[in-house]
Every structure is written in structure tokens, then in C-alpha cells.
């Protein structure tokens, strides 16, 4: 069982380059989700869908990219990394708003912008 | 803006007492849920109380709803080292706020002294 798997699990990346955190759930679930998580300031949204071909803004969307061509797939993308985007990104997934149902998370990518 | 604030930010307490942890937040709700992470790994969700119940066990795990309130306690009985962990409350306002995600807290760090 799967659940949901994002890669790359970590990385470097150099100020300024684009770059694609992928995340994919096996469970069918309608809605998916974004956060980062920094030291103190708890997890943070960045952009979620509720349902294929859908997207929405969370708390903290700028510079930051995402798509929902299908229901497995959610990628995140930084169009030209800063180092304030040294996080911890996490992707979840769940049944959806109103259904009232747990959110299952990835394992997380531990990203470093130098 | 984050809607769960836990508290205390951090616990330390030996094994065998319980952990008692509080969550306050601002708006309407549909449920409230608890979620654990284990250092350097993704959420897992451990309990869900809906806005209609006061009280609900889940093993040693023990959380209570004030909506009147709008606070949440989750109690951890005879605690253990493996308890060692983030514990974070998240609210679900979708039925209130237009489909909105879940909404997490900064989390309160429990560390269980063998």
C-alpha cells in the first residue's frame, strides 16, 4: 500500500532554478494539498486542489505553482527558487472538504535553495 | 493566518504520567482532528471529533471538544517514550468557509522521559 509518495525526498538547489516537487496517492482521493513546514511556524498551505482541474490559494502561494491534470498527480512547482523557500514540503491528500475525513501525508521533501 | 494555536509549544513529562495538550482556534467548524510527526516524517492522523461530540477515546488517547469555547484537549494516558513526538490540531471549516482545507496549528512538542 502505497498511500502517497513524493520525490525527490531531499535536494539542493541553486538561487534561481526551477524545479518540480512531485507528489502522487493511490486512494482516489478527489482533493490534494501542499504545506510547508519551518521551524516554529508549524505547516503552512500553499496551494490545494478539491478536485481534478481545480486549484486554490492557500496561506502562502507566492512563488510557487501547481497543476491537477488528473486525481493521482499534484506537482509543485518553484519557478525560480529563493532561499526563503528552504522548507520541508509536504503533500496530503484526502476524500475532500465536507466529507469530513482524515488527510493522509507523504513523507515529505526537504528542499535547500542556496 | 494559522486557525489551531496548541498549548503548550512544548511538553516534557517521564513515563507513565499523562500528557494533556490544549487547542484553540477562531472560526466555525465541521471537526476538529489531531495528527502526530515523528521527527523528520510525515503527519499521521491519530483522532477526528465532529463539531456535534464532546468527548472521544481512542485507546490511551483521550480528546475533548468545547465548541462554545472553541477549544480542544487531547490527553495521552501513562505516556511512553515512543510517544516522543509533534502533536498538531487541525480544523476542518469547509462547511463554513467555501471548501477550505484543513487548517493547522504550530504543534506542541512532547517529549517523554524514560
Known amino acids: 500500500i502505497a498511500g502517497i509518495t513524493q520525490a525527490p525526498t531531499s535536494q539542493i538547489l541553486a538561487a534561481g532554478r526551477r524545479m518540480t516537487l512531485r507528489c502522487t496517492q493511490d486512494?482516489?482521493?478527489?482533493?490534494m494539498y501542499w504545506y510547508r513546514q519551518d521551524l516554529g511556524l508549524g505547516l503552512r498551505l500553499i496551494h490545494y486542489s478539491n478536485t481534478a482541474g481545480t486549484t486554490g490559494k492557500g496561506e502562502v502561494p507566492d512563488g510557487y505553482s501547481v497543476s491537477r491534470a488528473n486525481t493521482d498527480d499534484f506537482p509543485l512547482t518553484l519557478a525560480s527558487a529563493v532561499p526563503s523557500q528552504t522548507s520541508v514540503y509536504f503533500c496530503?491528500?484526502?476524500?475532500?472538504?465536507?466529507?469530513?475525513?482524515?488527510?493522509?501525508f507523504g513523507q515529505g521533501t526537504r528542499l535547500t535553495v542556496v | 493566518s494559522q486557525q489551531g494555536e496548541e498549548d503548550p509549544q512544548a511538553l516534557s513529562i517521564q513515563e507513565g504520567e499523562n500528557a494533556t495538550m490544549n487547542c484553540s482556534y477562531k472560526t466555525s467548524i465541521n471537526n476538529l482532528q489531531w495528527y502526530r510527526q515523528n521527527s523528520g516524517r510525515g503527519l499521521v492522523h491519530l483522532i477526528l471529533?465532529?463539531?456535534?461530540?464532546r468527548e472521544k477515546h481512542s485507546g490511551r488517547l483521550r480528546v475533548t471538544l468545547d465548541t462554545s469555547k472553541k477549544s480542544s484537549s487531547l490527553l495521552i494516558t501513562a505516556s511512553r517514550a515512543a510517544d516522543t513526538a509533534s502533536y498538531f490540531c487541525?480544523?476542518?471549516?469547509?462547511?463554513?468557509?467555501?471548501?477550505?482545507?484543513?487548517?493547522f496549528g504550530k504543534g506542541t512538542r512532547l517529549s517523554v522521559i524514560a
Open positions: 486512494m482516489r482521493h478527489n482533493a
Open positions: 487541525a480544523t476542518d471549516p469547509s462547511l463554513y468557509s467555501g471548501n477550505t482545507p484543513l487548517v
Open positions: 496530503a491528500s484526502s476524500e475532500g472538504p465536507g466529507r469530513g475525513g482524515e488527510a493522509f
Open positions: 471529533i465532529r463539531s456535534n461530540e
